[in-house]
Every structure is written in structure tokens, then in C-alpha cells.
């Protein structure tokens, strides 16, 4: 090693003067708060439908037990349905989509739920 190259700062170097842009991109973005990773979106949505499939059985268990009704069956049915499709819409990487269904959805069973069921 030469004394020239002694004196020679590590970042002059070639290749490592500038690091990748797409990583850089990466970090200012997580620095900068702006959200989730696409594979983290994915997991989230997937847990939160996979939770309310759940809730929305035991509650379809619970209003069973109260009034045997088919209305009752048709309307948690189908919520339990609706997270089943986001579960497979996130899977898919369709997670906006997944959010507006699930949203709209469940909201529209309970809306059901208080308007029509006994």
C-alpha cells in the first residue's frame, strides 16, 4: 500500500461514493413515517380479517342461541364470507381494495344487524 493510497478517503473509493438509490429511497421513506411496507400492509390485513372471521363467528353463535332466525345465518354468513375474500384479496397483494371491502362490508352486516334482524 502506497502512501497516495494511505491519504485516500475510504468514500472516494470506486463503487461506494453513493449507495443504492432504491435503498436510500427505502430508508427516507421509513424515516419520514409514510407507512407500512407492502408485505407488512399484506400481514396486517390479513390478521385483522382473520380476527374478525373469528368475531363474526362467535357473534353468529351468540345471536343463533338468542333467535333461530335464516336472516341471522345469511347476514353473519356472508360477513364471514367478505373476510374470507379479503383474507384472499391481501394474500393477492390487493390490499386497498381488501380494506375498502372489509370496511364496507362489515359495516353494512351490522348496519343489517340493528335495521332488519329481530
Same mark, same amino acid.
Given at each position: 500500500?502506497?502512501? $497516495?493510497?494511505?491519504?485516500?478517503?475510504?468514500?472516494?473509493?470506486?463503487?461506494?461514493?453513493?449507495?443504492? !438509490? @432504491?435503498?436510500?429511497?427505502? !430508508?427516507? =421513506?421509513?424515516? $419520514? =413515517? !409514510? =407507512?407500512?411496507?407492502?408485505?407488512? @400492509?399484506?400481514?396486517?390485513? &390479513? /390478521?385483522? /380479517?382473520?380476527?374478525?372471521? &373469528?368475531?363474526? =363467528?362467535?357473534? %353468529?353463535?351468540?345471536?343463533? /342461541?338468542?333467535?333461530?332466525?335464516? *336472516?341471522?345465518?345469511?347476514?353473519?354468513?356472508?360477513?364471514?364470507? %367478505?373476510c374470507g375474500?379479503?383474507? !384472499? *384479496? $391481501?394474500?393477492?397483494?390487493?390490499?386497498? *381494495?381488501?380494506?375498502? %371491502?372489509?370496511? $364496507?362490508?362489515?359495516?353494512?352486516?351490522?348496519? %343489517?344487524?340493528? *335495521?332488519?334482524?329481530?
Amino acid at each position: 500500500m502506497s502512501a $497516495s493510497d494511505q491519504d485516500t478517503p475510504a468514500a472516494e473509493t470506486p463503487g461506494t461514493d453513493e449507495p443504492d !438509490e @432504491a435503498v436510500v429511497e427505502e !430508508e427516507e =421513506g421509513r424515516e $419520514s =413515517g !409514510e =407507512g407500512m411496507t407492502p408485505k407488512q @400492509a399484506r400481514r396486517l390485513r &390479513v /390478521a385483522a /380479517a382473520s380476527v374478525l372471521l &373469528v368475531a363474526m =363467528g362467535v357473534v %353468529l353463535v351468540i345471536r343463533l /342461541a338468542t333467535s333461530t332466525s335464516v *336472516l341471522v345465518v345469511g347476514v353473519y354468513g356472508l360477513a364471514m364470507i %367478505l373476510c374470507g375474500i379479503v383474507i !384472499e *384479496l $391481501s394474500r393477492n397483494g390487493r390490499t386497498r *381494495l381488501g380494506t375498502w %371491502l372489509l370496511v $364496507s362490508g362489515l359495516a353494512a352486516a351490522l348496519a %343489517l344487524d340493528w *335495521l332488519v334482524l329481530p
